[in-house]
Every structure is written in structure tokens, then in C-alpha cells.
């Protein structure tokens, strides 16, 4: 057994790794060192796929270990060495001295458990308590958390709680057993920002109070920076960088860590290009510039002029059915967009800004015509949208959020991206391939990858194919639902550049709809809050993000973690 | 951590080159390929009986060694491998591998015709109630609701006595009322498909509802469909045989599994193999269909994983 | 969208009537079985008219057509099909399905006669079948990679390739002709050697589709998020797959149970037959064999009605463990 100083929480040495599956080997770590000591929060910095997870999950051996193998390096936890520990030893590890908060609080929590059964199994396995002492000292853990009702949310079904609240309910849980370590895996990463930031706090609360040490696991390099002491950066299985979070953040000395910083759009000048991270490794060429292959597709762009909007929504309002009478009728409905009013200008870009649930997908939809409007107007160019014909209506389309979902999986790229050009008409096999490779070069991917089918690309590439598609029938307006949300930082400032370099060339405006206030700010000359359907602010973007007037706008703008907030805090 | 910038920088740089634009590199095509996912054992034995069994029943008249239906009353009960009857003869004197091999043959054709009708008739009425909400997926999910409440082999037995025996009537029965599966899995696979955000993409672009179902839709439901066929062949085996053993499927004397069993019922303290060889002949062929079926399954688990994830 | 439910303002029309809001559901599955009811039986009743004339079935075959014009008259056989049709409805409703053309008691009863038997069998089959089916599959679905678990799978596989009424006489051949252990066939009601035979023949059709399902329900609810949670909370594997993944597993396996269960009160007709079960599949066969139109009748109604109870029940037995469906009514 390895024995580490008595301070020290967590010892990993060089340790190392893979993953076998049928064969094929797949190196996660590569030799990485990390120390915890107590009452520490340590914050494990990462893209996708960088092996910040599987760190964790591998402190309590939570990987499955006929698929994994180490070939070298050592995890101690508080002294146990446990690489060489029994799964019973472990068990009394796991949830005991070291617990674990994981990511998505929908799924994490069993459903047919209620609360109170679900703390109860956990405090009796680990403490010598009577179950009426465990009730008790749940109930307390509950209210620690800041729930306003602890002893509902202890006799709940997850289901019936929200997002934010099963979170707390895995905080109290987590906290449960007074252990010395807690492992928090992207905590907050699936819940909105306004919850995020109090979901935070709790923990850093919590964690000071019990001096319980705590590993956060994040993508998010403000959320470190306003939590953590220390910060490991990790890239490829390797961690690149480590220090005092102040210092890796005002001093990166790592290429990576620097590219990181970079890229996030957070602080730059709003518009301007966003160093990316293949980009700064590639010695700052910039590897996915627009190529100039696309051009002569310009002209097709027609300018619209700017004397009247191009595009305005007047009382806009979107209902859904909620209830239905017993002959199937719809009885009672949800407002999910409700009457709202913005206006669009040629050439620019309109965010809509608001946390999940607040109606601004429904009010895309209802543009693109998924979703009839219960009453308002959409004008586009002037005109009622309704009244437009066919192909000036084509004049707008859509970017959707999630990569995987928006491209046919069976389908070759080219045939993706040319799909518009085929309605009503019968274009070549030839003249669609060709231009499938126009788009390509457009949007910055190899116009020979165009007999690929989408699972061959990554996320960012597939966005970009998605974008291609969109721009096939040369749209004057884009609705950009979240585009990046589902991307890597890196790849998020490599497809905000493509945006705002094809806006440029082809003075396109964009609808932007998104949760993330510092894309926003960087993307957007107007931008419109959204909370419960309704618009409760809009105006130019500076404007609105910079000095805030309505109590809502300022509430999420105080919940947005920032570098610059977080140093100013410390 | 100074270490890691300079060696390592070439094959970073490599790495950023690769995530931008993948060469379309041939040997890496063909490493993809589909090629290296059919080479499962079990899809190899479960094809390999499978041919076997098609080749039966196609060529099933030169296989045989008897006529199935002509008896030799001097040589009832010949046990198996005796007097030239490789798996036996039955009470009158009729050879069972020449009749089973008969049965098969029917067993195959009803089945496979029964299926193909299924297949038409449930994926048809799928496609139609997960396009769009309306009066006609009220009207089809009722329909298939009422059909499938009720007791599918009820059903068939009422049916066919009414309908009368024979092949037709048969198939017929079991093409319109066994196609409920086919319906449930093409309406759950379609709906999902239809909430997709490439059908919705499509929508937008104003591509035609009919396009979308074909091109979008049907390809992506295609996989199942395949799985379901095999599994529900295996199905329409034993419905069939069945029917025919109790006497209202397949007319009585036509050499089928069902009938070879039904005849045996009286002789199972002197013949036991008259049971065993079409028992033998169902087990195998259900046997064969399921490992088919479950072949195609994980092939297309296999396939939606790379595509899909 | 979850928080749309709880935070948007919600349309004034919801706050109505709460209580007939509650019975909306128990009406829509009356609505649903008076639908089936209605639909099986006018369907059998025009199906019958064209399989054969109901005056010679019961003049016989011999009859002369005096006697078929008599009897025609005295059953109302002589007005038009339709009127005929509205009067069977009529008679239907009142659950008067009329007099077996064989025996001349009333069809209804004659029918119910025989439900208690098949219930018994259908329910000893499904109790066995569920407690060799849970148990088994949890255990495979808990490591399906393990060689020996793998080799069960196969075995399973197999048997799911084997149909019951095959089964059936091979237990006869085994257990009742050559060891002469069991009897072949009849039902004592007192006698549980008489239910053996049929009870396993039934169970070895239904064991292996449950045991699939219920395995894979397991192995796919332990590869959900709560067990991740579970395990780093230290539970031990009893406690993963018991406390865990089973109960959450057999949420969906208890589906099928309840079809099964309805599929046997009408189905398992070539079991009851082989074994000369007098139950309600051996009548079924009795009477279309016959053609006795009444009984077919009251035979199909009542399979209807008792497949859809049983199903309806499943559901709100369901609704009762699944807290999710619970609450939200």
C-alpha cells in the first residue's frame, strides 16, 4: 500500500489507461499526476475525449475492469492503494470517504426509488446510525441545500423534481456520509445557467463548511476559475498544464491552455475572429479559413435593402395543446411563445437569449413553419410570410442544435447538402455533386469528402455540413437554433468564425437563438431576453448585457461565470 | 510540462490536420467498410442452415426419395434407416423424409407468402399513421388496437374454418390478420424518424411529404423491417403447422408438419419417429428463421452503432 | 421542456371540472370495449352468415325443404339478413346470445361453464412461467457476457424455437407413454397430476420469451446512470441488481406477462385440445367444427371482453408500481 502524507487526499502517479474492446486498444490516460489535499477543490480541465472522466471514474474504479487495463502508475486515496482493492473494500470506499456527483441529474437518480429510500440506503451502508437518526440527518442535508421544502423533496420520486433540485438531492447525498473527497463530474453542465450558479455555490459552501476536498470535472474554464484552487488542464490523456487557477489563466504557458483561452469568446472584441485551438498548434495559420472556391456563388445573394426590416415578428404568439376533451379535442393549451415582437435588419444578427423552457425554439419553429402561430404575424420583408410564395419563404432556413440528429445518417454528404435544390426540380447527379463540393469549400471542408457519410465526421464538421445545407438555396436569413452548444470550445469559436466570415461575404442576417450569453455577446448586434414566452428585454446587444434594465436580464447575467468575474471575486 | 510541446508537435499538428479535413484515404474506406462486421460466426451458421433449407424446398422434388403422398402397406412402421427409409415410414407405409421435405415445402411457401402480405399490408399502414396527425392515424391505430385485443390464433382458427381449406385460404388468413407487428414496429420506427431533425430540415426546404417517406423514412425503417420479417417468418411456421394440426389449415392427406403430427398422435407407443421427424422438421426451421433474424439484428445494431452514435 | 410545465402561465381552462377529468379515462376504455365488443361480434355475425346456412346446420343435412322453410320461420331465418343482424344486437346487448345448436343450453352460460378451467390453466402456466422467467433472466441479464450465462442463452434460444403444442406431445410421448408416469389427457379438477402435462406445455412457450425480455430489460437498466450512481454510493452487486435494475426491469416485463396472460384465455386452444382440457379453446374448436352459431358467438364475446379486462387491468396494475405513470395520471 502506498502511503500518502497525511494532508493529501488523492496521490495518482503516472498512471496510464486503455480501453480494450475487441481487440482494439484505446489509450485514454498517458501518464498523468494528480494531487488533492484535504479540503482542497481542484478543478480537471478538458475537450471531449481528453480523458477528464475517466480520471475520476477511475479513483473509485468505477470503469469496467474487464475492459480496461493499466499498464503503469498508482491511485491512492487516502492511503488505500486502490488499484489493488477488493470490490468489497471498495464498496465501503465508494459513497463512504470519497462520493461522487455526476452530470446529467435526470438519469442519475433511480425512478421507482423515492428520496428518503434512495439517502436512507446510502447513510446506513456507510454510518452506524439508527434509520431514525438517518431520516433526521437527511432531512438536514436537505435543508443545508437550500430546499425550501425538505420534507417534500425527501419523500418525492425524481421525476417529480426538476433538474436543478435531483442536483441538490446528489449534493446531500454526496455529503451524506461526512466523506473526505468528493468527485464532482460536470455537475452543472446540463442545467441552465441561472441554476448552475447557485448549484455552485452550494457546493463550494458545502465543501468550505465540512472541509470535504472536492475534484470538480469540467469543460468550463470559468466555472474553475470561480471555484477552484488549483487546475490540472488535460488534452489527449495527457495534462498539459497545472498550477494555481490564477496563474494558468493569466499566464498559460501551454500551447493548449493558451489556445483554450483564446477560443473562448468571452472578453474578445465582439465580432472579431476567435483564435482556434488547431489553429495556435498549427503555429497560428489559420487552418480552416473559407476557402475562395465558393465565390462565384456570391452575386446569387441578392441584397434586400435596408429601408424596411427584413424580417419582423408583431405579437407573435405559439400555443400548444395540453389537454384534450373526451372526443379529442384540445381543451386547454401552453403558451409557449407569447406575443412577441422583434425585428431583423439586413446583414445583421438578432439573438434570442433565454434558459430552457423560456419559448425561443417554439418561436423558431413557427418561422420555418413546424409550429402554427395562434395568432400575430411573421413579416418577411414586409409581407406577411404566409402570403410569400415557395421559393422566397426557402429564403429562410435553419441550423439545428444537435449535429446527430440533423444529418440522415444513411445519406452521403452530397446528397445532404443538396437536398433543397432537388424540391421541384431534377438537377444532375453531376451539377448536385458539384456544387455539393462548392458548399464544402464554402463552409471549410475538403470538397472531396463529399461521398462520406455524416458518422465520419466529427460534430464541428457536421455542423459545418448543416450550415452547407442551409446556404444550398441561398438564404437571406439563417435561424441558427443553439448551433454550438454541442460543441467543444475549440470548435465553437471555429464555427462562429464560419458565421460571421459567411455573413460578411454574403451579408447574410442571422436569427441566433442561444442560452449562452457570451456567444451572444460576441455574435449579436441586437439581442432579445426571452423568460416564459414572453420578450422582457431586447435592444442593441451592448446594450442589453452590459447594463442590463429588467430584474431578469440581470439575474442571468450575474449567473454567467466569467474569468474576469472570478478574479475579481478572489 | 515543457516536454510535451516540442517532440509532440509534429504529431499534434498531424492530429489537428486529421480532425479538419479527413484525407479520403482508401485504405482507411476499406478499414470502415461494412465487410468487417458480417463475419460473425453465428450469421455464418444461421445462413448456412438457412440455405439448406431453401434448398430443400426448391429443389425439394429431386431430394426425395419416396412420393410423399404413395404408401407401401407392406412396410408400415419402418424405423428409421430401415428398408431404404432414411428417417422411417408411417402407418401407411409412407416415407417420412420424402414427407417432410413435401411439408416444407408447403411450410415455406405458406409462410413466405403470408409474410410478404404482412409485410405490405402493416409497414403500409404504419407509414400512413406516423406521417401525420390526423383522421387517419385515429382510424389505423383503432383498427390495429381492435385486431390485436383479440386472440391472434382465435382469430385464425374462426377464420380459416369459415373460410375453407387449402393453401389460399390459408396464406390469405394469415397475410390479413397477423400484420400487426409489421405496423407497430414501422409506426414507432417512423415516428421517430419524422421527429428527426433532417426530416424537419427537409420540411423546411420544401421537400414533398411523399419524397420524405421515401427517401428519408422507408431507408431508415428498412433495417427492422428485415428483422421483423425473419423473426415473424418464424411465426407463421408454427401458425401454420399449427392450423394443420388441429385439422383446419392444409387439407387432410396433404403431406404437411401439422398433419405428419396430427397422424402421429395415435402411434406414439409404436412409432415414436412419426412424432420426431416433423417435430425435428418445425423445431429446425423456426430455429434456422430466429438465428436469422437475430443475425440481422445485431448486423444492423452493429451498423446503427458507427452510423447512428 | 420540463420547466415549461412548471413555470409558464398555464391557460385559464384547466381549472375545470376536476372530477370529470378524473373519469375521463375509465370512459375512454369503456368507449374502447364497447368498440371492440361491437366490431368482433358484427364481424363474426356476417363471417357465419357466409360459412353456412344456420337452418341447415340445424335441420341437418338430410332436412327437406319443408323442414329448412319451417325452421327458417320459427328462428326468423326468413327475414332480411340486416333486420336479422339489428335483432342479434339487440339480443346481444341483453347478453342473449341465444341456445347451442348442439345441446340446446344456452350459449352464454355454456361458454362460462367453461371459463373457470381455462383460467385455471392459464394461471398456473403464467405463475410458473414468472417464477422460472424473472429469476432467470435477471441472473442473465445481470452479466451477459459470462460464458456459462451465454451457453443458458443459447439453450433458451432453442427452446424458443420449439412451439407448445410440439412440446405437448413430446411430454406425452416422454412422460405419459413411455414412462407412464402422468396421464395423457383429462382434467380432474382435484387431481394436480392432470395438470402437470399441460400447465409445463404452455409454460415452455411462454418461459423463454419472458426470460429474453426480462433480461434484456436488466442489462439495459444496468447500464443506465442511477446504477453508475448507485455503485459509486458503494452498493454492493446484490443490491445493484435487486434493488436497482430488477424492479425497473420488470416495469416493462410486466407487460408482457399480461399479454401473455390474455393471449391464453383464447389461445392456448391447441393445448386444451391435445390434452382434452374442457375449457374454453376446447369449446372453441367444438363449435366451429360444429358451426354452432350462438356459442361461437358468446364464445368470441366473451374472449373479447376477458382479454381486454385482463389488459386493461395490466395497465393499471402498471400505472400502480411505475411511480412516473403514478402521478401523472
Redesign the interface.
Same mark, same amino acid.
Do not use: C, W
Given at each position: 500500500m502506498t502511503t500518502g502524507a497525511p494532508h493529501t487526499v488523492v496521490r495518482i502517479e503516472n498512471l496510464a489507461l486503455s480501453f480494450v474492446s475487441q481487440g482494439d486498444i484505446v489509450d485514454a490516460l498517458k501518464g498523468i499526476s494528480i494531487d488533492i489535499g484535504a479540503g482542497e477543490i481542484v478543478g480537471v480541465v478538458g475537450e471531449s475525449g481528453s480523458g477528464k472522466s475517466v480520471t475520476a471514474l477511475n479513483i473509485?474504479r !468505477?470503469l469496467p475492469r474487464?475492459k480496461t487495463k493499466i499498464p503503469h502508475g498508482s491511485v491512492s486515496v487516502l492511503g488505500h492503494d486502490v488499484l489493488n482493492m477488493s470490490?468489497k473494500e471498495?464498496?465501503? !470506499?465508494?459513497? +463512504?470517504e470519497v #462520493?461522487?456527483i $455526476?452530470q446529467?441529474p435526470m438519469?442519475?437518480?433511480?425512478? *421507482? !426509488?423515492?428520496v428518503r429510500e434512495q439517502m436512507l440506503? *446510502?447513510i446506513l451502508?456507510?454510518r452506524k446510525i439508527t434509520p431514525s437518526e438517518a431520516e433526521k440527518l437527511s432531512l438536514d442535508l436537505l435543508a443545508d441545500m437550500k430546499i425550501q421544502d425538505p420534507a417534500r423533496v425527501y419523500n418525492s420520486?425524481p421525476? =417529480?423534481l426538476?433538474?436543478g433540485m435531483r442536483q441538490r438531492v446528489?449534493i446531500a447525498?454526496a455529503f451524506s456520509c461526512q466523506p473526505k473527497l468528493i468527485l464532482a463530474d460536470e455537475p452543472t453542465t446540463a442545467l441552465?445557467v441561472t441554476v448552475q450558479a447557485q448549484i455552485l455555490n452550494l457546493l463550494k459552501e458545502r465543501a468550505r463548511a465540512t472541509g470535504t476536498a472536492v475534484l470538480l470535472i469540467t469543460h468550463d474554464l470559468a466555472v474553475v476559475a470561480q471555484l477552484c484552487n488549483r487546475v490540472y488542464v488535460m488534452y489527449?490523456g495527457?495534462? *498539459?498544464? /497545472?498550477g494555481p487557477t490564477r496563474d494558468v489563466i493569466s499566464k498559460p504557458?501551454?500551447?493548449y491552455t493558451r489556445a483554450l483561452l483564446n477560443a473562448l469568446p468571452e472578453g474578445k472584441k465582439p465580432k472579431s475572429r476567435l483564435e482556434t485551438?488547431?489553429a495556435t498548434? %498549427?503555429e497560428g495559420k489559420a487552418? =480552416?479559413a473559407v476557402s475562395t472556391v465558393g465565390m462565384h456563388s456570391v452575386q446569387k445573394f441578392e441584397r434586400f435593402g435596408r429601408a424596411t426590416p427584413l424580417f419582423e415578428a408583431v405579437n407573435a404568439t405559439v400555443?400548444y395543446p395540453?389537454?384534450y376533451s $373526451?372526443f379529442?379535442r384540445p381543451? @386547454? $393549451?401552453?403558451?409557449?411563445v407569447?406575443a412577441v415582437n422583434v425585428t431583423l435588419h439586413e446583414g445583421q444578427t438578432l439573438a434570442i437569449v433565454g434558459?430552457? +423552457?423560456c419559448?425561443k425554439t417554439s418561436f423558431a419553429n413557427s418561422i420555418?413553419?413546424?409550429v402554427p402561430l395562434a395568432s400575430g404575424e411573421l413579416r418577411y420583408k414586409g409581407k406577411n410570410l404566409a402570403e410569400h410564395d415557395?421559393a422566397t419563404?426557402?429564403e %429562410? /432556413?435553419?441550423v439545428?442544435q444537435?449535429p446527430? #440528429? #440533423?444529418?440522415?445518417?444513411?445519406w452521403p454528404v452530397w446528397r %445532404?447538402m443538396t437536398?433543397?435544390l432537388? *424540391?421541384?426540380k431534377s438537377p444532375s447527379r453531376k451539377e448536385l455533386r458539384d456544387t455539393a463540393s462548392e458548399l464544402c469549400a464554402m463552409v +471549410?471542408?475538403?470538397p472531396? &469528402?463529399i461521398?462520406? !457519410?455524416?458518422?465520419?465526421? #466529427?460534430g464541428g464538421q457536421r455542423q459545418r455540413i @448543416?450550415i452547407g445545407? &442551409?446556404l444550398s438555396?441561398h438564404p437571406r436569413l439563417l435561424l441558427l437554433d443553439e448551433p454550438t452548444s454541442a460543441l467543444d470550445v475549440s470548435v465553437q469559436a471555429q464555427i462562429l468564425n464560419l458565421l460571421l466570415d459567411l455573413q460578411d461575404k454574403f451579408h447574410l442576417s442571422y436569427l441566433f437563438i442561444s442560452h449562452n450569453v457570451a456567444v451572444v455577446k460576441h455574435i449579436a448586434d441586437h439581442v432579445a431576453v426571452m423568460y416564459? +414566452?414572453k420578450v422582457v428585454e431586447s435592444g442593441e446587444a451592448d446594450q442589453v448585457l452590459t447594463r442590463p434594465n429588467h430584474a431578469y436580464t440581470r439575474t442571468l447575467m450575474d449567473a454567467v461565470p466569467t474569468l474576469e468575474r472570478a478574479f475579481v471575486a478572489a | 510540462m515543457a516536454e510535451a510541446q516540442a517532440p509532440k508537435g509534429a504529431a499534434i499538428l498531424q492530429e489537428a490536420k486529421d480532425a479538419l479535413v479527413n484525407p479520403n484515404n482508401p485504405v482507411e474506406r476499406l478499414r470502415r467498410s461494412r465487410l468487417k462486421d458480417i463475419t460473425s460466426l453465428e450469421l455464418i451458421v444461421a445462413f448456412t442452415l438457412f440455405t439448406a433449407l431453401v434448398i430443400l424446398a426448391v429443389f425439394g422434388q429431386w431430394l426425395q426419395t419416396h412420393d410423399p403422398m404413395q404408401g407401401d402397406l407392406m412396410a408400415r412402421f419402418a424405423p428409421p434407416g430401415e428398408k431404404g427409409y432414411i428417417l422411417g415410414s408411417d402407418h401407411l407405409g409412407r416415407d417420412l423424409w420424402s414427407r417432410a421435405v413435401a411439408g416444407l415445402q408447403w411450410s415455406m411457401a405458406c409462410a413466405l407468402t403470408a409474410n410478404t402480405i404482412n409485410l405490405f399490408i402493416g409497414s403500409t399502414l404504419g407509414l400512413i399513421a406516423a406521417e401525420k396527425e390526423g383522421w387517419a392515424r385515429t382510424i389505423v391505430r383503432q383498427f390495429t388496437d381492435t385486431l390485436q385485443s383479440f386472440p391472434f390464433l382465435v382469430a385464425a382458427i374462426i377464420v380459416v374454418v369459415i373460410v375453407g381449406h387449402g393453401f389460399l385460404p390459408l396464406v390469405l388468413t394469415l397475410g390479413f390478420l397477423a400484420w400487426v407487428v409489421f405496423m407497430r414496429v414501422v409506426y414507432a420506427e417512423a415516428s421517430s424518424i419524422f421527429q428527426r431533425d433532417y426530416v424537419k430540415a427537409a420540411r423546411i426546404a420544401g421537400v414533398s411529404r411523399l419524397s420524405i417517406m421515401f427517401q428519408h423514412v422507408l431507408p431508415g425503417v428498412r433495417a427492422s423491417l428485415f428483422v421483423v420479417f425473419a423473426f415473424h417468418f418464424a411465426g407463421l411456421l408454427i401458425a401454420e403447422s399449427a392450423l394443420s394440426f388441429l385439422g383446419i389449415g392444409a387439407p387432410l392427406g396433404v403431406p404437411t408438419w401439422g398433419n405428419m403430427l396430427a397422424e402421429s398422435r395415435q402411434y406414439l407407443l409404436k412409432a415414436p419417429w412419426m412424432l420426431m421427424v416433423p417435430a425435428g422438421a418445425i423445431v429446425l426451421a423456426v430455429i434456422t428463421t430466429n438465428l436469422v433474424g437475430d443475425g440481422i439484428a445485431g448486423l444492423s445494431r452493429k451498423r446503427g452503432r458507427s452510423i447512428d452514435v | 421542456m420540463s420547466s415549461v410545465a412548471e413555470n409558464a402561465p398555464t391557460a385559464k381552462a384547466d381549472q375545470g371540472d376536476t372530477l370529470l377529468s378524473a373519469a375521463i379515462p375509465l370512459l375512454l376504455q369503456l368507449r374502447k370495449l364497447a368498440w371492440l365488443l361491437f366490431a368482433v361480434s358484427t364481424l363474426l355475425f356476417f363471417l357465419l352468415r357466409q360459412a353456412g346456412d344456420p337452418a341447415l346446420v340445424l335441420a341437418g343435412n338430410d332436412a327437406t325443404p319443408e323442414q329448412l322453410t319451417a325452421i327458417r320461420a320459427q328462428y326468423g331465418l326468413d327475414r332480411p339478413l340486416f333486420i336479422q343482424y339489428l335483432s342479434f344486437l339487440w339480443n346481444a346487448i341483453q347478453l342473449d346470445f341465444g341456445k347451442s345448436l348442439a345441446s340446446a343450453e344456452p350459449a352464454l352460460a355454456k361458454v362460462l361453464d367453461m371459463l373457470p378451467r381455462t383460467l385455471h390453466l392459464a394461471g398456473m402456466a403464467i405463475l410458473l412461467t414468472a417464477s422460472i422467467a424473472v429469476p432467470l433472466g435477471s441472473w442473465l441479464g445481470f452479466k451477459p457476457e459470462n460464458p456459462e450465462r451465454r451457453a443458458v442463452s443459447s439453450v433458451i434460444f432453442v427452446m424458443q424455437g420449439v412451439p407448445g403444442f410440439v412440446t405437448a406431445l413430446i411430454l406425452i410421448q416422454v412422460f405419459a407413454v413411455n414412462l407412464r408416469l402422468l396421464p395423457s389427457l383429462g382434467y380432474e379438477p382435484l387431481d394436480w397430476r392432470t395438470w402437470i402435462l399441460p400447465t409445463c406445455s404452455l409454460a415452455s412457450f411462454l418461459v423463454p420469451s419472458l426470460t429474453r425480455v426480462v433480461a434484456a430489460n436488466v442489462a439495459e437498466a444496468m447500464r443506465e446512470d442511477y446504477i453508475r450512481t448507485a455503485r459509486a454510493n458503494g452498493a454492493s452487486q446484490m443490491a445493484l441488481l435487486w434493488r436497482h435494475a430488477v424492479p425497473n426491469a420488470l416495469l416493462g416485463a410486466a407487460a408482457l406477462i399480461g399479454t401473455q396472460f390474455a393471449a391464453l384465455l383464447g389461445g392456448s386452444a391447441i393445448i386444451e385440445t391435445i390434452y382434452s382440457w374442457p375449457g374454453m379453446g376446447w369449446l372453441l374448436l367444438e363449435s366451429i367444427q360444429t358451426l354452432d352459431f350462438p356459442v361461437l358467438q358468446a364464445e368470441v364475446f366473451v374472449i373479447a371482453f376477458m382479454v381486454f379486462s385482463v389488459n386493461a387491468l395490466t395497465d393499471l396494475v402498471f400505472r400502480f408500481l411505475d411511480p412516473r405513470l403514478r402521478t401523472k395520471g
Open positions: 473509485l !468505477l474487464g470490490e471498495l464498496q465501503q !470506499l465508494r459513497g +463512504g #462520493s461522487m $455526476f446529467e438519469t442519475a437518480l433511480n425512478p *421507482v !426509488l423515492q440506503d *446510502v451502508r456507510h420520486y421525476h =417529480e426538476s433538474g446528489m447525498m441552465d489527449k495527457k495534462i *498539459v498544464e /497545472q504557458q501551454h500551447a485551438v488547431a498548434m %498549427i487552418a =480552416e400555443r395540453k389537454k $373526451f379529442g381543451i @386547454a $393549451f401552453q403558451t409557449a407569447d434558459e430552457s +423552457g419559448g420555418v413553419g413546424l415557395e419563404r426557402r %429562410i /432556413q435553419i439545428f444537435d446527430q #440528429s #440533423s444529418l440522415d445518417p444513411r %445532404i437536398e433543397p432537388t *424540391v421541384g +471549410g471542408l475538403d472531396f &469528402a461521398d462520406r !457519410l455524416p458518422h465520419e465526421f #466529427s @448543416a445545407r &442551409a438555396v416564459m +414566452g | - | -
